[in-house]
Nanobody, 120 residues
Framework: QVQLVESGGGLVQPGGSLRLSCVAS????????MGWYRQAPGTQRDLVAT???????NYANSVKGRFTISRDNAKNTVHLQMNSLKPEDTAVYYC??????????????WGQGTQVTVSS
């Protein structure tokens, strides 16, 4: 079992910045693909950004150029730096960890979520 603990959410004005962090409880983090997803009320959970175990990143079009995902394997931590925040970025943000064997997902885990609210 892997526990993911997110932090860094909060209330910020439009145009502001926040940095989310997610710490994994086990050293399997190094071998895992990590991601951030978000879910606004009444909507589905959507991908925001991912980073593979090898450091390859991918972003939703809506956040490209504004958000940056990064990982620190020594600290079992993944970050999401969010700049130029917009009201439509308001959502609960979830950390996701995925382990693969080739193309097959063998296990995956979710964090408990952290609220991000962008409002003046």
């Amino acid at each position: 079992q892997v526990q993911l603990v997110e932090s860094g959410g909060g209330l910020v004005q439009p145009g502001g910045s926040l940095r989310l962090s997610c710490v994994a409880s086990r050293s399997i983090f190094r071998a895992a693909d990590m991601g951030w997803y978000r879910q606004a009320p009444g909507t589905q959970r959507d991908l925001v950004a991912t980073i593979t175990s090898g450091g390859i990143t991918n972003y939703a079009n809506s956040v490209k150029g504004r958000f940056t995902i990064s990982r620190d394997n020594a600290k079992n931590t993944v970050h999401l730096q969010m700049n130029s925040l917009k009201p439509e970025d308001t959502a609960v943000y979830y950390c996701h960890l995925e382990l693969r064997s080739g193309q097959i997902v063998t296990s995956h885990y979710w964090g408990q979520g952290t609220q991000v609210t962008v409002s003046s």
